[in-house]
């Protein structure tokens, strides 16, 4: 039982590149999450996905896209990337309700 | 302003000690409350629920006050491994799945 993967665990792109960070769960989670972490910002959420199907913005939604691929597995997508993204990116999971998530260990993502 | 705020710290205190924090939050209609721990460079990990009542999980304890907005974290008997970022977390309406956190208190013990 791995709880939640994330992959890459560090990633270097130059602005402009692209590139997609993948999540997965085995926990049979229905809902899942994409945050970044700032310095002095805390978490902000990116993403979610309630269920398999759905997807719903969060509080910084702008330059990224997402992808719940099935139940186990929810993407985010950099089209673009740009020196602002460069962050800690966590996805995580929870049965239902928000209270209890499950964090990957998340990316390190710096943009050049 | 913030929707949840915290002290960054840090807070530097002895094995053994008792040390509390508070956090803020400026949403009247906030619903649950929870604290995480985050260890240095590692994810966040939920520490425990926020009940109306208090409650209590070994040594540590906390509290909401929704009169005044607030809910803090009591620790004692303090222990080097507590050391970590304590981050605050609401769940606010309408309809929101997700939480809101907070940037963190980080508490230091020093053995």
């Known amino acids: 039982n791995a709880g939640v993967t994330q992959t890459p665990k560090f990633q270097v792109l130059k602005t402009g590149q692209s590139m997609t960070l993948q999540c997965a769960q085995d926990?049979?989670?229905?809902?899942m999450y994409w945050y970044r972490q700032d310095p002095g910002m805390g978490l902000r959420l990116i993403y979610y996905s309630a269920s398999e199907g759905t997807t719903d913005k969060g509080e910084v939604p702008n330059g990224y896209n997402v992808s719940r691929l099935n139940k186990r597995e929810f993407s985010l997508r950099l089209e673009s990337a740009a020196p602002s993204q460069t962050s800690v990116y966590f996805c995580?999971?929870?049965?239902?309700?928000?209270?209890?998530?499950?964090f990957g260990p998340g990316t390190r993502l710096t943009v050049t | 302003r913030k929707e949840v705020e915290q002290d960054p710290g840090p807070f530097n205190v002895p094995e053994g000690a008792t040390v509390a924090f508070n956090c803020t939050y400026s949403?009247?209609?906030?619903?649950?409350f929870f604290w995480y721990r985050q260890d240095c460079r590692k994810e966040p990990k939920l520490l425990m629920s926020?009940?109306?009542s208090g409650n209590e999980d070994g040594r540590f304890t906390a509290q909401l006050n929704r009169a005044s907005q607030y809910i803090s974290l009591l620790i004692r008997d303090s222990k080097l491994s507590d050391s970590a970022t304590y981050l605050c977390v609401v769940i606010s309406p309408p309809g929101r799945r997700a939480l809101t956190f907070g940037s963190g208190t980080r508490l230091q013990v020093q053995p």
């Open positions: 926020v009940y109306s």
């Open positions: 995580a999971s929870s049965v239902g309700g928000a209270g209890e998530q499950y």
């Open positions: 949403n009247s209609a906030s619903q649950s």
């Open positions: 926990m049979n989670h229905n809902s």
